[in-house]
């Protein structure tokens, strides 16, 4: 989340307990709560107010996780009707879809590698990240990154011409990237 988004929910539980907190204490709250989903924060506000007195840090971690996992929650229950649905028509043989298998993984490779950059960009633009943290989740990114390069040349290669198409019809001059 943003510094802003934050901000938002903070001051929004300061002014429920009527608490005046520092500047230093909404950076150092940031700080540890700025890894996590604007809406997983404002669900952790609302309970957080529910409670007696302002809270310390740890409960507030807690009310994230706890947020966190009912938004899974949630999500996954949404996802399992569709899901079974196309489970059914996978087993029935009616449902197929057009990609060869290899054609699958290359796009699969191109879109993750494409999501693990743009991570990179973020941790790289981070300025609240220790530079320990920033260097351990640069290593770890950079790596990913060329995992799934290397799955990309092993596999684009391999393409028949017709889902080398495909291919790069979806993602263009991307593809040389």
């Not at 700025?34 to 740890?58: I, K, N, Q, Y």
């Not at 996802?79 to 043989?93: F, H, M, N, T």
């Not at 990179?120 to 990154?145: A, C, I, K």
Request: hydrophobic share 40%; aromatic share 8%.
């Amino acid at each position: 989340m943003t510094k802003p988004e934050f901000m938002g929910q903070f001051d929004r539980l300061c002014r429920g307990f009527k608490y005046e907190a520092t500047g230093e204490q909404a950076e150092a709250w940031f700080r540890r709560i700025g890894h996590a989903l604007v809406e997983d924060w404002s669900e952790a506000v609302t309970t957080l107010l529910c409670a007696p007195r302002f809270p310390l840090l740890d409960p507030v971690l807690a009310a994230l996780e706890a947020a966190g996992a009912h938004r899974k929650r949630q999500q996954i229950e949404r996802d399992k009707k569709p899901a079974s649905i196309l489970y059914r028509l996978v087993q029935e043989g009616q449902a197929s879809s057009h990609l060869s298998p290899l054609l699958f993984q290359a796009i699969k490779a191109f879109a993750g590698r494409d999501q693990v950059r743009h991570y990179l960009s973020v941790v790289e633009r981070n300025q609240d990240l220790e530079p320990l943290e920033r260097e351990e989740q640069e290593t770890q990114l950079r790596r990913e990154e060329v995992r799934l390069s290397g799955i990309l040349n092993e596999s684009v290669p391999k393409l028949t011409n017709e889902d080398l198409s495909v291919f790069v019809e979806r993602y263009g001059s991307a593809v040389a990237a």
